[in-house]
């Protein structure tokens, strides 16, 4: 088969993890007999620097005319001081709005071989977690009405969390879906307890939970929720939640798994194109210094080949690869932590994935 994959390598370690993604993605395409082409197109820092703005026309475009975009990561101090608008994290919501991508899954799930890596006590970490987390992408206070204004004690700022009926009901459909073909276990976070919005959220996740009687559906308030991913992470099979406290709690979730390199992620919409992205943010610190984990990309890139190409096999050659790799005792920095173990640079990880693949 042949698909347009539209490549937003964007800032900071973008661009390496990026080519580290497309390598293995040519390889399974070699190996399975399917052809992938790759557009590039700017998005971010990038793009201010080349065309002025952080989410050129084109880019927009290019992605809408494409099977589906594959990013690496957005910002850096270099933009800090672009208005908010024209912010590169503002295009990276942008991107997100204009394709439609109201759905982000976030799989975290601790790898057998990386028990030792993951910052969980050891009787915790031996039982093992898989979380899929579905965090609700372009509503909330991401997107909400904001602004500045003079209030009764001077200069105020202010975000608006704002949820109609229907998002809540698209987002909690692609829960229960996605709780169906997993444990059949979907637990839905908010913050009833204070806001309106919340309310509404655990009202209408109830109605959906109607269509699906052999799901068990369990509330739990996002404070809560915070505790119980560090103190029995095993509890989760889905999780269903707001922009915000998705986006919070990946991180988290991500981390206990042993490192924030290794979590990927799918922006899904009402069509088959879709986003990928590794959870992590540019990380400039250590950009171009060829020592970014990309493994966090190809497992991107492999949720590309599942959820919009439909690709299971191909898929599951690279998630293999992925974990005999960790298997084979293999370490990046972030992943060895200060365990004197050697580490393996980007490119490096890259060689070892293909050759396993
Ligand atoms: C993420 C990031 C983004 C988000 C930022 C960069 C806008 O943190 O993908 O989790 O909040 O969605
Ligand atoms: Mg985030």
């Known amino acids: 088969m042949e698909f347009n994959i539209a490549l937003l390598r964007g800032d900071g370690i973008g661009p390496e993890i990026v080519d580290s993604a497309v390598d293995v993605l040519k390889k399974t395409a070699e190996k399975f007999g399917h052809k992938f082409n790759f557009t ?44 908010p608008s024209n912010r590169p994290e503002k295009a990276l919501l942008g991107i997100r709005a204009a394709l439609g991508l109201f759905t982000n899954l976030r799989p975290a799930k601790l790898y057998s071989a990386l028990k030792e890596a993951s910052p969980l006590r050891a009787d915790i970490a031996e039982k093992g977690f898989d979380i899929m987390i579905v965090r609700e992408l372009t509503g909330g206070i991401y997107f909400g009405e904001r602004g500045r204004r003079n209030g009764e004690n001077g200069e105020e700022a202010y975000d608006t969390e704002c949820y109609s009926k229907m998002e809540i009901e698209r987002i909690a459909k692609v829960a229960f879906e996605t709780a169906m073909k997993r444990n059949k276990n979907v637990i839905s976070i908010d913050k009833s307890n204070v806001l309106e919005s919340s309310r509404l959220w655990r009202e209408t996740v109830h109605e959906m939970a109607k269509d699906y009687p052999e799901v068990t559906l369990t509330d739990m308030l996002v404070d809560n929720a915070a505790m119980q991913i560090v103190k029995n992470p095993a509890q989760f099979d889905v999780i269903v939640t707001s922009n915000m406290f998705g986006d919070i709690l990946s991180d988290e979730a991500s981390q206990v798994t042993g490192s924030i390199g290794m979590l990927p992620s799918a922006s899904l919409g009402a069509t088959k194109r879709g986003m990928y992205e590794p959870i992590h943010g540019s990380a400039p610190d250590i950009a171009g210094q060829n020592i970014a984990n990309p493994i966090a990309t190809i497992l991107s890139a492999s949720m590309m080949l599942r959820y919009s190409f439909d690709l299971e096999k191909e898929a599951d050659a690279i998630d293999n690869a992925v974990n005999k790799f960790l298997e ?17 640079s980007t490119t490096e990880v890259t060689e070892k994935i293909l050759e396993l693949l």
Request: aromatic share 4%.
């Open 40 to 83: 590039p197109y700017l998005i971010g820092g990038a793009a201010i620097d080349e065309t002025g703005k952080s989410l050129p026309d084109e880019t927009v475009e290019g992605c809408l005319a494409s099977d589906s975009v594959l990013l690496g990561s957005v910002g850096g101090p270099k933009w800090d001081s672009q208005p």
């Open 328 to 344: 084979l005792g293999f370490r990046t920095a972030d992943l060895a932590g200060n365990t004197g173990v050697k580490t393996l």
